[in-house]
């Protein structure tokens, strides 16, 4: 079984950068989808940012372009999310998650084979 364990959140003031880690564990190949979602409250939609395919290729919501970066340290089975000039409409839960279809991440941030339990990032003004 996927276990995602997200780090790195915290309180930062608006225009800082930030950096989030997913460990992963429970498998020993590349056989899915790894990505961020986030969540503004636990009772609100989650929102696609970014994926990484089982091919390393890097894909983003087209809302998240250009001030997130993905990317991942397969000897660790970490992944990453950098985040830049950060607005407080960034703040939210950032979720970490696996799924066979990287469409499942992107698109429709539900359903998601696995996911952990989120990191905290709260961005003040």
């Known amino acids: 079984k996927v276990q995602l364990k997200e780090s790195g959140g915290g309180s930062v003031a608006a225009g800082k950068s930030l950096r989030l880690t997913c460990e992963v564990s429970g498998y020993t190949s590349r056989s899915y989808c790894m990505g961020w979602v986030r969540q503004v409250s636990r009772n609100r939609a989650r929102e696609g940012i970014a994926a990484i395919d089982t091919d390393g290729n890097r894909l983003y919501a087209d809302n998240m372009k250009g001030r997130f970066t993905i990317s991942e340290d397969n000897a660790k089975n970490t992944l990453y999310l950098e985040m830049s000039d950060l607005k407080p409409d960034d703040t939210a839960w950032y979720i970490c998650?696996?799924?066979?279809?990287?469409?499942?991440?992107?698109?429709?941030?539900?359903?998601?084979?696995?996911w952990g339990e989120g990191t905290l990032v709260n961005v003040s003004s």
């Open positions: 998650a696996a799924d066979a279809r990287c469409a499942q991440i992107i698109d429709r941030a539900a359903g998601m084979d696995y």
